[in-house]
């Protein structure tokens, strides 16, 4: 209950302060930005309620499927966008606002491209590619360089440092040998 609950009042929050209050009514009254945010809960929860339906009409169509592998296939139609933002945002000096938008809502049609035309492409590989792609829209049409700090791989120390090398080699080996 208090992760719905805290999901539900970050909802609130954000919608209501970040942008009914902003962009929505600037001139809106302390009782209608509360308003505004029960109804914003109101809305995400049975937007929650149809979307659990819908799974589990998924679920019960194909009873012998790993679930886990569906809902994962659908979570990343959002998910890739959201880390193209993020990336954006922490690796770009000055990201253009609505070119980062039409990076974010590209990856949502990309994951569509990517279903139709290559059906046998694992999930995880067709997510790195979204977030390739949509990464570089925001980049490219924003014409900004990279933080130069952002960008600095310094680790605490020389022993961290090999364990971070070992990581990635052990990773390079289990692809290899399971791929």
């Not at 937007?47 to 819908?54: A, E, L, P």
């Not at 139609?77 to 253009?96: E, M, R, S, T, Y």
Request: glycine share 6%; hydrophobic share 55%; aromatic share 14%.
């Amino acid at each position: 209950m208090s992760t719905v609950d805290s999901t539900f009042n970050s909802i609130a929050t954000l919608w209501s302060i970040d942008i009914y209050k902003i962009y929505v009514k600037k001139d809106a009254t302390d009782q209608q930005v509360v308003s505004s945010g029960k109804k914003a809960i109101l809305i995400s929860f049975i937007s929650g309620v149809i979307i659990g339906v819908v799974l589990l009409y998924l679920k019960f169509e194909d009873p012998g499927a790993a679930f886990t592998h569906t809902l994962n296939q659908l979570r990343y139609f959002i998910n890739c966008g959201i880390v193209v933002l993020i990336c954006a945002a922490a690796f770009l000096a000055f990201p253009k606002h609505k070119i980062a938008l039409l990076g974010f809502i590209a990856t949502i049609p990309m994951q569509f491209f990517f279903l139709h035309f290559f059906p046998e492409m694992n999930y995880f590989v067709r997510a790195m590619w979204v977030i390739l792609i949509g990464f570089a829209i925001i980049w490219l049409g924003s014409g900004t360089g990279f933080v130069k700090d952002k960008l600095k791989a310094e680790p605490a120390s020389p022993m961290l440092a090999k364990a971070g090398i070992g990581m990635i080699l052990s990773l390079i080996a289990l692809h290899v040998i399971f791929h």
